[in-house]
Structure formats: C-alpha cells, structure tokens
C-alpha cells in the first residue's frame, strides 16, 4: 500500500479540493483525505510561508502511477509534491484499499 502526499493552493475553496479527491478517487485511490495546513518553503530565492490544503491518499501498487498521472495532470503548481510513501497497515484495511 501506498501513501501519496500532495499540496494544493489556500485559494482553492473546499469544493475545488473535494472535486480534485474525487478526481483522485475515480482513478484509482481508495481514500483521500485534506486538511488545511501552513507551510514555509524557499521559492525563486524568497522564503515564503502559505496556508496551502494538504491531501493525504492511499492506494494499491496497482494503481499508484494511475493516480499519480491524474494528479500531475490537474495539479495547479508548475513544481507539485508529489510524495510517495510505501507503508504498512492492519491486513483489513490495506484488504479494503487493495480492493480498488
């Protein structure tokens, strides 16, 4: 089971994030979930601090590159994190997202 991480602009209200996890969700993810979170990074040499939306996904190997595709296309960002974590999980739930 996969953990993909990604970013998406404080300027996208809830519904624009909720559609682009359902877009996420129709290619393949079992789950995602999004918060808001404050970020501080370096960027064209200037350090900057922004509120940004935090999604957290989880997928089967079988369809990670499928997500990560989908992502890589609609992301807003010229640079997106794109974070891939291989972990692990209670054998239900990782039953559950390898079910999708």
Known sequence: MF???TTLPNSYREF???SFAQSI???GAACVQHREISSTYSWDGKLNHDKEWLLEI???EKNKE???EVITNLHPYDVPEILILE???NQEYLDW???H
Request: aromatic share 0%.
């Open 16 to 18: 624009e994030v909720t």
């Open 97 to 99: 997202v390898n079910s």
């Open 25 to 27: 969700v129709e290619s």
């Open 87 to 89: 972990v692990e999980a």
């Open 66 to 68: 499928s997500v990560k």
């Open 3 to 5: 953990l993909i991480k």
């Open 58 to 60: 989880k997928v089967s």
